[in-house]
């Protein structure tokens, strides 16, 4: 009988056992995710096929023709040889003129196959030209599509933002990247056929040799480049951060409060400091890379001369011709390089794989689809209700809205009045379905929101945010806008601008509502702050048919006067219309119809102006202390 283990000997033989078994499911692991990054291969080849099937093909054609002449040339040569040296033979002893000119009908025929060969190239390069153009194109056009469907929640998380920074510096030419390999493998792969062909009536040996000597380089190639997409992956906010650094330097829109606290030294410093942490990463990274690949490059350097050795002698002592000699030296030389840039091929489709996982990923983000179909309400008469209405942003402990209640009827303006973060525009994100609210519900016309096609509960509300789009477009564009189907709609804008009170400073600029607004093209006009407001004012206009409109401090950058003018305005025009309204100047809130204070995220008072003044609660304080400061 065999000795008998104690508990201990048990215990240390099983967990030995556990952690071989962990090594070798580890090693499957990491194998199986290395396979499952070229899954994207049989994706981009579908994209670049979708981008221009006419291109794809004569791609694919040209490849095959550049992957078989190359051994046929150097076949060719060896035919040139052996004949010049079988004429010289012959020619020693009687004139053969039918052999004597063999050799130059070889040269004629490898000049045409030479040249093929460059025409072949040549219209690789001219496709993969083409190709990259519409490519390029494509793939931005694919993530601006993706981008449109996206929710505002999306876009207000750094770790998406992440994921779009990723997608788009280095996606757009990766699949055609990508497509070039997996030809170039093809390509490769059918000039080692038949190099493997000739050369394996040398010896077998010879293209063992041709292959074992090329494979460290490719296992370091495709280590370091593992090595780069990590790098390239953790540096999305490095980058983001660059980007905007180079934003605050060079905007014109930042110009101005850079030079007046002389940021610029300090804006430049971060910018270097940012940048030299980065290239001290690459620097390393790409000396090892250096390093590794000269230092496995010799052997395959050692492996040739070594074959070109045995090649020699065996043409020394006759074993082969002259001719053999010449084909099998170019065959192996050839033959090693197409092997090593297969590899090389197969090793920037992993890394290419890599990258195209990030564009794949933002790609197939999922977006949660609107399930709303109304396109009409239950109860017209009703107009908008907050229900128990709380919403909180994701990652913030704290609510930003709680339990809100408000009702506002056709034909009724409500004021919003609270300090800066009591939740005043969350509401408005809301209302326009930006976001969906947590708990409790939002009704128009008697349905709530999640209940309505979004894109006509969209076209009933006109907006106007405090941080209004500047377009670098023209005056007419800028107003247009506001409803892009009439954006071309000349008599509209004319009308919107008249409503906005835009009209009388538009006419006097140089070319009207022709004239390019902004500095970033040429000819462009700036405006002041309250012009721009008035822009955008008509632009709310503009959406004709609207019945809701929603002004987030509509008039902070004008005069009081100018502000009193139009808000008396505004009143007449929007008779039928409900209106909500965020206003830190009491004068345009109180001609509200209803007036409802937030603090907190939650509703503390709700009145008209006479109301609440009579309450003496926290509106009448305000109002209180913003009048003061006007005596």
């Known amino acids: 009988m065999g000795k008998r283990w104690t508990g201990r000997e048990t215990a240390k033989y099983n967990f030995l056992r ?6 070798i499911r580890k090693k499957r692991n990491a194998l199986r995710q290395s396979m499952a990054v070229f899954r994207y291969s049989g994706r981009a080849i579908t994209l670049v096929w979708s981008t221009s099937r006419s291109l794809t093909i004569l791609f694919a054609t040209l490849t095959l023709v550049a992957g078989l002449l190359p051994a046929a040339v150097a076949y060719i040569g060896k035919l040139i040889v052996d004949g010049v040296v079988a004429a010289s033979q012959i020619n020693a002893h009687n004139s053969d003129f039918v052999n004597s000119y063999r050799p130059l009908l070889y040269v004629g025929l490898e000049a045409i196959a030479v040249a093929v060969l460059a025409g072949s190239q040549r219209g690789l390069t001219v496709c993969q030209s083409l190709l990259r153009m519409l490519l390029s194109q494509r793939v931005n056009v694919l993530i601006l599509e993706k981008a449109l469907t996206l929710d505002l929640s999306q876009f207000e998380d750094s770790e998406f933002y992440d994921k779009l920074t990723n997608a788009r510096r280095e996606a757009s030419v990766r699949p055609l990247s990508l ?3 997996t030809f170039g493998l093809v390509q490769s792969a059918l000039s080692l056929l038949t190099y493997g062909i000739l050369l394996v009536k040398f010896s077998l040996w010879a293209v063992l040799i041709l292959i074992i000597a090329a494979m460290p380089a490719f296992f370091a190639e495709t280590k370091f480049a593992g090595e780069a997409f990590r790098l390239f992956s953790w540096r999305a906010p490095e980058a983001r951060e660059q980007h905007y650094l180079e934003t605050l330097l060079a905007r014109e829109d930042f110009a101005k409060e850079v030079k007046l606290y002389q940021l610029g030294d300090m804006l430049l410093g971060r910018y270097h400091s940012l940048f030299n942490r980065l290239y001290g990463e690459d620097r390393e990274l790409t000396l090892q890379r250096g390093w590794w690949g000269y230092i496995l490059s010799l052997l395959s350097t050692a492996a040739f001369y070594i074959a070109y050795a045995w090649i020699v002698v065996e043409t ?16 192996f030389r050839q033959g090693q390089n197409t092997f090593a840039s297969a590899l090389t091929s197969i090793g920037g489709m992993y890394e290419d794989n890599l990258y195209l996982s990030t564009l794949y990923e933002f790609l197939e983000e999922e977006v949660p689809k609107p399930r709303g179909k109304a396109t009409t309400g239950l109860n017209p008469k009703d107009g908008i ?8 942003y994701a990652g913030s402990s704290q609510p930003a809205l709680k339990n809100i209640s408000l009702h506002l009827k056709p034909g009724e303006k409500l004021a919003i009045v609270g300090e800066n973060g009591s939740g005043k525009t969350t509401l408005i994100k809301l209302l326009t379905r930006l976001y969906s609210p947590d708990s409790g519900r939002i009704l128009l016309d008697g349905l709530d ?3 309505w096609d979004v894109e006509v509960l969209r076209r009933r509300i006109g907006v106007i945010f405090q941080n209004f789009v500047r377009y670098q477009f023209t005056v007419g564009e800028n107003i247009g806008v506001g409803d892009v189907d009439r954006m071309e709609d ?3 804008w004319e009308i919107a601008a008249e409503k906005g009170m835009a009209r009388p400073f538009i006419e006097h600029l140089p070319a009207g509502f022709q004239t390019q607004l902004g ?16 822009i955008a004012l008509a632009r709310a206009f503009m959406r004709s048919q609207a019945d809701i409109l929603v002004l987030d401090e509509p008039t902070s950058a004008m005069d009081p006067q100018a502000e009193f003018d139009i808000f008396t305005h505004f009143r007449a025009l929007t008779e039928n219309q409900m209106v909500f309204l965020i206003s830190h100047r009491f ?24 109301e609440l003044l009579q309450t003496g609660g926290r509106y009448a304080t305000l109002f209180s202390l913003q009048a003061a400061g006007y005596r």
């Open 519 to 534: 500095k970033w093209f040429k000819g462009g006009q700036e405006l002041s702050g309250g012009q721009w407001q008035k």
């Open 385 to 392: 209700r907050f229900e128990n209405v709380s919403f909180t």
């Open 587 to 610: 004068s345009t809130v109180r001609m509200a119809n209803k007036i409802a204070v937030i603090e907190a995220g939650e509703v503390v008072e709700q009145g008209t102006h006479e």
């Open 316 to 331: 020394v002592v006759g074993k082969i011709s002259l001719g053999d000699m010449t084909m099998y030296l170019t065959v």
């Open 18 to 23: 556990y952690k071989k078994n962990m090594r």
């Open 449 to 451: 929101l999640r209940e």
């Open 179 to 181: 497509v070039n390999r």
């Open 490 to 492: 000349k008599t509209g």
